[in-house]
Nanobody, 121 residues
Framework: QVQLVESGGGLVQAGGSLSLSCAAS????????MGWYRQAPGKKREMVATITQDGRTNYADSVKGRFTISRDNAKNTVYLRMNSLKPEDTAEYYC???????????????WGQGTQVTVSS
């Protein structure tokens, strides 16, 4: 069993910053791609940023230049630094990890429980 536990959400004024973190724990071999997704009320869940094990990153156009994703492979942890936050960044943020449970096995998507980010204008 694997758990992804997020932390760091909260309320911030527009223009402010927040940092999120997500740690994977449990019984597994490795975590492949890790990422952050978000879902605002009435909207579909969307990708915010992803990062591979070797550090290649991908960002949604809406957050490029403002958000930075990073990871610590030794700790199976992914981070999201969010600067210059806008009210439209308000959403529930979810951590995702592609988990390899055994050597030679496939990859399975695991999700965290979500953490709320609210940006006031």
């Amino acid at each position: 069993q694997v758990q992804l536990v997020e932390s760091g959400g909260g309320l911030v004024q527009a223009g402010g910053s927040l940092s999120l973190s997500c740690a994977a724990s449990g019984s597994f071999v490795s975590v492949n791609v890790m990422g952050w997704y978000r879902q605002a009320p009435g909207k579909k869940r969307e990708m915010v940023a992803t990062i591979t094990q070797d550090g290649r990153t991908n960002y949604a156009d809406s957050v490029k230049g403002r958000f930075t994703i990073s990871r610590d492979n030794a700790k199976n942890t992914v981070y999201l630094r969010m600067n210059s936050l806008k009210p439209e960044d308000t959403a529930e943020y979810y951590c995702n990890g592609q988990i390899k449970f055994r050597i030679g096995g496939g990859l399975y998507d695991q999700w965290g429980q979500g953490t709320q980010v609210t940006v006031s204008s």
